[in-house]
């Protein structure tokens, strides 16, 4: 189970290499202080490696079985995401935009109590528990986590996900050592997460791209195709549409249709889409640098604002 959790994480998105850093440093740190024999920790790691094997065939047969490909998977996971950083870096306006996106990841980092939580692991759930595999373990997924989610480039605020498992690890060794008093404060905490979750997951907040998709649903004829601008996928799919330009987020626009040749010719041509969103000023802005955007008033009439 643990390789194929491991290529699970590592295909969600590229760099969520949890498990494999979680179980590496778990079975070498227990191997070394003789909690693990030889023999046993290659039995685990082959066994791992068996699982991860499977586990990559079975969401490889299921990606060829929906049209892409072994070779389309990897390159958008990783050689894109090479390109994509060299693409922010080279763009002062993604940059101002990647940096602004930093300050709301620290801040909401600040406000969630984890700061808190996590110095509360290291002052007393460290200490009290010893150098064990699982703190030591715990601790590197720690600075995985935050390693990764600072190289990000693009700092979204949800990079934080990522840094769940580690944060949850964290909390339970402290709360195994901690007093009862500490203990109960940490029981509450965990229970409002669990139930703001299960709020969420039931009674799901719906996004602004998603209420648009769902009025276009309403109003498309039948062949109707529609286009967002960008970052806004939702829009498309809740619209029960196609859109016949491929890049509905801003990076793979930015990174493989820099200059928008691509859409210009889309939406100059005979495969024009019927609607087209154009949601805020930065796409506005985007659009208009490379042209599309005249195209746009040129062809299109504007319906809602």
């Given at each position: 189970?643990?390789?194929?959790?491991?290529?699970?994480?590592?295909?969600?998105?590229?760099?969520?290499?949890?498990?494999?850093?979680?179980?590496?440093?778990?079975?070498?740190?227990?191997?070394?202080?003789?909690?693990?024999?030889f023999p046993r920790l290659a039995q685990r790691v082959g066994l791992a490696a068996v699982g991860a094997v499977l586990g990559y065939g079975l969401v490889m047969?299921?990606?060829?079985?929906?049209?892409?490909?072994?070779?389309?998977?990897?390159?958008?996971?990783?050689?894109?995401?090479?390109?994509?950083?060299?693409?922010?870096?080279?763009?002062?306006?993604?940059?101002?935009?990647?940096?602004?996106?930093?300050?709301?990841?620290?801040?909401?980092?600040?406000?969630?109590?984890?700061?808190?939580?996590?110095?509360?692991?290291?002052?007393?759930?460290?200490?009290?528990?010893?150098?064990?595999?699982?703190?030591?373990?715990?601790?590197?997924?720690?600075?995985?986590?935050?390693?990764?989610?600072?190289?990000?480039?693009?700092?979204?605020?949800?990079?934080?996900?990522?840094?769940?498992?580690?944060?949850?690890?964290?909390?339970?060794?402290?709360?195994?050592?901690?007093?009862?008093?500490?203990?109960?404060?940490?029981?509450?905490?965990?229970?409002?997460?669990?139930?703001?979750?299960?709020?969420?997951?039931?009674?799901?907040?719906?996004?602004?791209?998603?209420?648009?998709?769902?009025?276009?649903?309403?109003?498309?004829?039948?062949?109707?195709?529609?286009?967002?601008?960008?970052?806004?996928?939702?829009?498309?799919?809740?619209?029960?549409?196609?859109?016949?330009?491929?890049?509905?987020?801003?990076?793979?626009?930015?990174?493989?249709?820099?200059?928008?040749?691509?859409?210009?010719?889309?939406?100059?041509?005979?495969?024009?889409?019927?609607?087209?969103?154009?949601?805020?000023?930065?796409?506005?802005?985007?659009?208009?640098?490379?042209?599309?955007?005249?195209?746009?008033?040129?062809?299109?009439?504007?319906?809602?604002?």
């Amino acid at each position: 189970m643990a390789g194929a959790a491991a290529v699970a994480a590592l295909l969600v998105k590229q760099n969520i290499a949890d498990v494999l850093i979680f179980a590496t440093v778990f079975w070498v740190f227990a191997w070394r202080t003789g909690k693990l024999t030889f023999p046993r920790l290659a039995q685990r790691v082959g066994l791992a490696a068996v699982g991860a094997v499977l586990g990559y065939g079975l969401v490889m047969a299921w990606s060829v079985a929906h049209g892409t490909s072994p070779a389309d998977v990897y390159d958008a996971t990783y050689p894109f995401r090479v390109k994509a950083s060299r693409a922010i870096a080279d763009n002062q306006i993604l940059v101002d935009q990647s940096s602004s996106r930093l300050k709301v990841i620290w801040w909401s980092f600040a406000a969630s109590g984890v700061p808190f939580l996590l110095a509360l692991f290291a002052f007393r759930g460290v200490r009290k528990t010893g150098a064990t595999a699982f703190v030591w373990a715990t601790i590197a997924l720690i600075g995985w986590s935050t390693f990764s989610t600072l190289a990000g480039g693009s700092y979204w605020r949800h990079y934080l996900v990522e840094s769940i498992p580690a944060v949850a690890f964290a909390v339970g060794l402290t709360a195994l050592v901690t007093p009862t008093v500490t203990r109960n404060v940490l029981a509450v905490v965990v229970a409002s997460s669990i139930g703001i979750g299960l709020g969420y997951a039931f009674f799901p907040v719906s996004t602004p791209g998603t209420t648009i998709g769902q009025a276009l649903k309403k109003a498309k004829q039948p062949g109707d195709t529609v286009t967002q601008f960008f970052g806004d996928a939702e829009t498309v799919r809740s619209s029960g549409m196609q859109s016949p330009y491929r890049f509905l987020w801003s990076l793979p626009a930015d990174t493989l249709d820099p200059r928008l040749d691509e859409l210009n010719a889309i939406l100059d041509g005979p495969d024009a889409p019927t609607w087209v969103v154009v949601r805020d000023d930065i796409a506005r802005n985007r659009l208009t640098a490379d042209g599309a955007y005249q195209l746009i008033e040129e062809h299109y009439r504007r319906h809602g604002s």
